[in-house]
């Protein structure tokens, strides 16, 4: 599909619309907007435009799709996958001043905010009322971002990823047409459920300039614990035994062994350096946690579990979940001059022994450096596989480690991305896990945006 181009015209009707002060051709400007936090190339918009009303991005896209100028939606850049790369060039549509909390209704436990809140933020504020919004992606992300991938976690197993809070929404489709989906019910049976549809398309059906969320109440206390065992298989099974126990962990991650390495060395931690899993709780009271965490003892103890380190409370919860918020910073920082392949399947929850002991099957047999972690109790599967772009030999195994490794959780019954998105990166894997319906979704893209000009080259190809 060819696309058109911003001319001088273009830019003077954005500059109408937004004023000077938030558009910016400027070379740093667009550098800063050409490249997420992916290995994947940079490509520079052709114009970055900071609106923040609703209107401002209608007449926008209205003028966007009348010149077949592609428009890419950006949050805070964080993403995995490419996604908010815009390889078409065009109009990059920064939210990040869309960025106020319009109205908590404490009583409906609902918050109606603009995509650009930081979700860290929101929670700050939240937390004065009682309440919390509680997928925690790890980055500084956006709301509108979360919506963008259904970002989901390390709180997954127990509240469940983004789409379980937006109750609605208030949406620019890309003719510049405004829509309101949703209501502020926490259920309804009324026609289809077009906020799912919006959530998890990667700003490619339009831009979302306002979320009515759905949160929940600040639980009254915390337990957290550290298990540490022999062998990752070890550590595993505990997984599934843990959620075919009947007790419902707020949290519960897997760490490998090198990972839990280079955090030591990152963090000036002590932890031992073995498969490792970080255990969450939230509870009334800590009489209760307390007996819940002798389950969790017991079933630790019963696969070999050589350590175990727990605490109540707040404190010791960020004492002992220090570790895992550190890890991809770690990684990066032991490992200058390699760029990291970040896998990101997940599988039913009795598959994820095989699923990790495959990746790392795979990883050494290609002669790579890996790091295995991830939301284990939802069977979300994180390998950062490293490797120098350059040398061309060693990232091609890299790439092969990655097919073998998406491919396996595929014929698992799994996904190739479980909270990352397509973006760029999972597009080779679509037809592999969706088959006819692949279809189905093309034509939805077409019959929303038959001028394809949001997020071009994101999800299909």
């Not at 549509?93 to 905010?113: A, F, G, P, S």
């Not at 350096?273 to 003892?297: D, V, W």
């Not at 017991?298 to 409370?313: A, K, L, P, R």
């Not at 998406?406 to 592999?432: Q, S």
Request: aromatic share 8%.
């Amino acid at each position: 599909m060819g696309y058109g181009r911003m001319t001088d015209r273009e830019w003077e009707s954005i500059r109408k619309i937004v004023g000077s002060e938030r558009v910016s051709m400027g070379e740093s400007i667009l550098d800063l907007h050409s490249k997420d936090e992916s290995f994947h190339q940079r490509r520079r918009p052709d114009v970055v435009v900071w609106p923040i009303r609703t209107e401002e991005i209608s007449e926008i896209l209205k003028m966007a799709n009348e010149k077949r100028i592609p428009v890419t939606p950006w949050g805070a850049g964080t993403s995995l996958e490419g996604n908010p790369i815009p390889v078409e060039g065009g109009i990059v549509l920064d939210l990040q001043q869309m960025n106020h909390i319009h109205e908590i209704r404490k009583e409906d436990l609902q918050v109606r905010v603009e995509p650009g809140v930081i979700y860290k933020e929101l929670n700050k504020t939240l937390s004065r009322y009682g309440l919390f919004f509680p997928p925690d992606p790890g980055a500084s992300a956006t709301i509108g971002g979360m919506i963008g991938n259904n970002a989901s976690g390390i709180r997954t197993i127990k509240y469940g990823s983004t789409k379980d809070f937006v109750l609605g929404m208030v949406v620019v489709l890309p003719s510049g047409e405004v829509i309101r989906v949703g209501t502020n019910a926490v259920k309804t049976s009324s026609g289809y459920d077009l906020c799912r549809l919006f959530v998890g398309s990667e700003g490619t059906l339009g831009v979302v300039t306002e979320v009515n969320l759905r949160l929940t109440g600040l639980p009254a206390e915390f337990m957290a614990a550290v298990a540490q065992f022999h062998s990752i298989r070890e550590a595993t099974d505990t997984v599934f035994q843990i959620m075919c126990s009947g007790l419902s962990p707020a949290a519960l991650e897997f760490l490998d062994a090198p990972t839990v390495q280079v955090v030591n060395q990152f963090k000036k931690l002590s932890l031992g350096e073995k498969p490792t899993l970080f255990i969450e709780f939230h509870g009334a009271s800590a009489t209760g946690l307390k007996e819940e965490l002798e389950m969790i003892k017991e079933i630790c103890q019963e696969n070999q579990s050589f350590q175990f380190d727990s605490g109540i409370g707040r404190e010791e919860r960020n004492r002992l979940w220090e570790a895992r918020y550190g890890v991809r910073e770690s990684i990066k920082v032991n490992n200058p001059g390699f760029t990291p392949l970040v896998i990101d399947t997940a599988v039913p929850i009795s598959k994820y022994s095989e699923m990790v002991e495959w990746g790392q099957k795979v990883v050494k047999k290609k002669g790579l450096k890996g790091y295995a972690f991830g939301h284990a109790g939802s069977g979300n599967l994180h390998m950062e596989i490293l490797g120098i772009p350059e040398e061309k030999a060693q990232w091609q195994r890299v790439r092969e480690a990655e097919e073998e490794i998406v491919h396996f959780a595929l014929e698992c019954g799994g996904t190739a991305t479980g909270e990352h998105g397509v973006g760029i990166g999972k597009k080779k894997f679509m037809k592999k896990e969706h088959g006819k319906s692949l279809a189905l979704m093309k034509q939805i893209k077409k019959l929303l945006d038959p001028n394809g000009i949001m997020n071009p080259g994101k999800i299909f190809d």
